[in-house]
């Protein structure tokens, strides 16, 4: 039990499917995070969210929509993916916002998405 | 701004002998650095950080970590090391600024052999 759960682990979808990604902390953070792993790639920050409030979005496809509904729980939407989105998707919290430049982040086990 | 760079994408050693992951960095500032772990189907853990102060850091499960800021170098060591070390490795950097990010290497896998 890491303190941050994500579901599902594992999740195969078609091109035109809708799917949702779920994340939560159970460590009393206010700032969550989505990541991107690929193979063989560096870790991609993909969205922020400080207090319920997205800072940040790095510029990532819209067919990736977040959600953040309060401070222990974050989603990731996903409609018409490609499968070059085929990853695995990480979910972090971190105390605050500062957090983040000090190292404090709390991965979750992370949700691996295949798109066919 | 910022990069990190690990010089070796795979790793293999035997059991109970030392270990070197390489972990280099560029950045025009100041830089905090970190290194974290990532054992198989599992999310990041972080095994140690370096924000100021002394430049050798120790961290969990017997690694240690030297900053060196002449050679914007930042390699993770450790003297003896357990099948259960199998994991893959990530070096990381901020530029130590309140909201800045982290920007993480490709990752070292590091594999022990018995």
């Known amino acids: 039990e890491t303190g941050v759960t994500q579901t599902p682990r594992h999740l195969v979808m078609g091109m035109t499917n809708k799917k949702s990604l779920k994340c939560e902390q159970h460590?009393?953070?206010?700032?969550m995070y989505w990541y991107k792993q690929s193979a063989k790639k560096p870790l991609e920050l993909m969205f922020v969210y400080n207090f319920k409030e997205q800072t940040e979005n790095n510029s990532v496809p819209s067919r990736f929509s977040p959600e953040c509904p309060n401070s222990s729980h974050l989603f990731l939407h996903l409609h018409t993916l490609q499968p070059e989105d085929s990853a695995l998707y990480l979910c972090?919290?971190?105390?605050?916002?500062?957090?983040?430049?000090?190292?404090?982040?709390?991965f979750g086990e992370g949700s691996r998405l295949t798109v066919l | 701004a910022q990069s990190v760079t690990q010089l070796d994408s795979q790793v293999p050693v035997f059991e109970e002998a030392p270990v070197e992951l390489r972990c280099n960095y560029s950045?025009?500032?100041?830089?905090?650095l970190f290194w974290y772990v990532q054992y198989p189907n599992q999310g990041l853990q972080l095994l140690l950080k370096?924000?100021?102060?002394?430049?050798l850091v120790k961290g969990i499960n017997g690694f240690e970590a030297e900053f060196n800021k002449s050679q914007t170098s930042f390699h993770l060591r450790k003297p003896s090391v357990h099948i259960s070390d199998t994991a893959e490795y990530f070096c990381?950097?901020?530029?130590?600024?309140?909201?800045?990010?982290?920007?993480f290497g490709e990752g070292t896998q590091l594999t022990v052999n018995p």
């Open positions: 972090a919290s971190s105390p605050e916002l500062a957090g983040v430049s000090t190292g404090e982040l709390f």
């Open positions: 950045s025009s500032v100041s830089v905090y």
């Open positions: 990381a950097v901020s530029e130590g600024t309140s909201g800045s990010r982290l920007t």
């Open positions: 460590l009393g953070h206010n700032a």
């Open positions: 370096y924000l100021s102060g002394s430049t």
